[in-house]
C-alpha cells in the first residue's frame, strides 16, 4: 500500500475534524448561557420558597403583597425555564451539526442544504433565549424598583 493512499483518507478525517470543530466553541459558549441561567433559576427558586415561608406567617396585608411578589417569581421562573429550553434546543441542533458537517467530509457528501437550517435554526433558538433572558431580568429589575 502506498503511502499516498493512506494520506488522502487522514487529510479527509482532519479536514472532517477541523470543520467539525468550529461549532463546538459556539457549544462552549451555550453551556456557559447555560450555566447562568440555571443558577439564575436558583436564585430565584429560593427566593420563592422564602416568600411562601413568609406568606404562611405574616399577617393578611403584608400576605397580600408576599403572594403578589411570589406571582412575579413564577413567572420570572417560567421566563428561565422557557429560556433554558431554547438553549439546550440550541445545544442539540450543533450538536447535529457538527455531526452531518463530519459525516459530510468523511463521506464526501454535499449535505449543506441540511447544515444550512439546522444551523439557522439553532441561532434561532439561542436569540430566542437570550431574548426571554432578557425579559426575566427586566421582570427583576422592575420588581426591584417596586419594592423601593
Do not use: H
Request: glycine letters at 4%; one cysteine or more; proline letters at 2%.
Amino acid at each position: 500500500m502506498s503511502t499516498l493512499a493512506f494520506i488522502a483518507p487522514v487529510e479527509g478525517l482532519a479536514k472532517a475534524i477541523q470543520l467539525s470543530v468550529a461549532p463546538v466553541f459556539l457549544l462552549a459558549g451555550v453551556s456557559g448561557l447555560l450555566g447562568v441561567f440555571t443558577n439564575r433559576l436558583a436564585r430565584i427558586i429560593e427566593r420563592a420558597r422564602v416568600l411562601q415561608d413568609q406568606a404562611r406567617e405574616s399577617a393578611i396585608a403584608t400576605g397580600r403583597q408576599v403572594r403578589k411578589e411570589l406571582q412575579v417569581q413564577k413567572r420570572r421562573i417560567a421566563l428561565v425555564m422557557r429560556a433554558i429550553q431554547c438553549c439546550t434546543v440550541t445545544v442539540l441542533l450543533v450538536a447535529l451539526v457538527v455531526a452531518v458537517v463530519f459525516v459530510s467530509a468523511v463521506a464526501r457528501l454535499d449535505l449543506a442544504l441540511m447544515v444550512v437550517p439546522l444551523f439557522v435554526a439553532a441561532m434561532v433558538f439561542l436569540m430566542v433565549a437570550v431574548v426571554l433572558f432578557l425579559l426575566e431580568i427586566q421582570l427583576a429589575a422592575d420588581q426591584l424598583r417596586r419594592r423601593f
